[in-house]
């Protein structure tokens, strides 16, 4: 029982540091979001894969990091709307 708790508690301490881990009530358009924000965020953190897309794009570099950070608010468009 005690295992179980432990588990628990350090689920719950991974989702409150980091966004991205989700929980019991996220939607499909949350979880989306914050994965195309982090593979985002992942493509301008990584100098050589920014050059990569930059080249097979045929832009400049800072030309697509904007274009990354344009994306990164709203990256899989609006949220649908709310069933109540």
């Known amino acids: 029982m005690a295992d179980k708790l432990r588990t628990q508690q350090q689920l719950e301490s991974l989702q409150n540091k980091y966004i991205g881990t989700g929980h019991a009530d996220t939607t499909k358009h949350e979880w989306t ?28 570099v800072e030309r697509t990091r904007l274009g990354c950070m344009e994306k990164m608010v709203l990256p899989v468009g609006p949220a649908p709307p709310v069933e109540e």
Request: charged share 5%; hydrophobic share 30%.
């Open 33 to 60: 979001s914050n994965i195309a924000r982090d593979s985002y965020a992942s493509y301008q953190g990584h100098p050589p894969l920014l050059h990569y897309m930059s080249i097979g794009m045929g832009q400049a």
